[in-house]
């Protein structure tokens, strides 16, 4: 008498990302979908030149940001291409956190002198590919918006967006 046994093997339920990129011309290749202008109480302004943008001005904060719907409660990942960070300040996810938080992005802990991404030691002109997640809170819910304190020097090449799930798969055998 034969007998048939199933077995269900489940993998961990881990984050991760959902769907494609969410940005448009996250690559930077032109200025088309992103506002580099001197907006929300900055006066210094990131510059763009062949795909990179630039700040350089530490008389006071910049912005950019690109319109886009996001939704309270989902969580997003944001990837960001950097090299040559001064150490000093933070590049944020503004107002994007629970309650309106900034979510930090960049900062000296993150990427410390000499490393990649810095503007020092053998990490000097090497990019740093970023990584952050944050649930969305109920502010900046029609824009993508990057901040750096006024201290900060930097270029970044790309912005990427994504929207983070949890990983429900099976895997069933007999």
């Not at 990131?46 to 630039?54: D, E, I, M, N, R």
């Amino acid at each position: 008498m034969a007998k048939n046994i199933s077995i269900e093997l489940l993998q961990n339920r881990e984050k991760v990302r959902v769907g494609s990129q969410l940005l448009t011309n996250y690559h930077l290749t032109t200025t088309t979908d992103w506002d580099f202008s001197a907006q929300f109480g900055c006066t210094a302004v990131y510059t763009y030149a062949s795909g990179v943008v630039t700040k350089s001005d530490v008389s006071d904060c910049a912005r950019f940001h690109q319109d886009i719907t996001l939704t309270e409660g989902f969580e997003y990942e944001c990837e960001i291409a950097i090299k040559n960070y001064n150490g000093s300040g933070s590049i944020l996810i503004a107002n994007h956190g629970t309650a309106g938080a900034n979510v930090v992005a960049v900062n000296s802990t993150i990427i410390p002198a000499g490393a990649k991404g810095s503007d020092s030691g053998s990490g000097a002109g090497q990019y740093a590919y970023v990584k952050t997640r944050w649930v969305q809170g109920n502010t900046q819910l029609d824009k993508l918006m990057i901040y750096s304190n006024a201290s900060v020097e930097c270029q970044i090449s790309y912005v990427r967006l994504y929207r983070v799930g949890t990983n429900k798969s099976s895997v069933f055998g007999t």
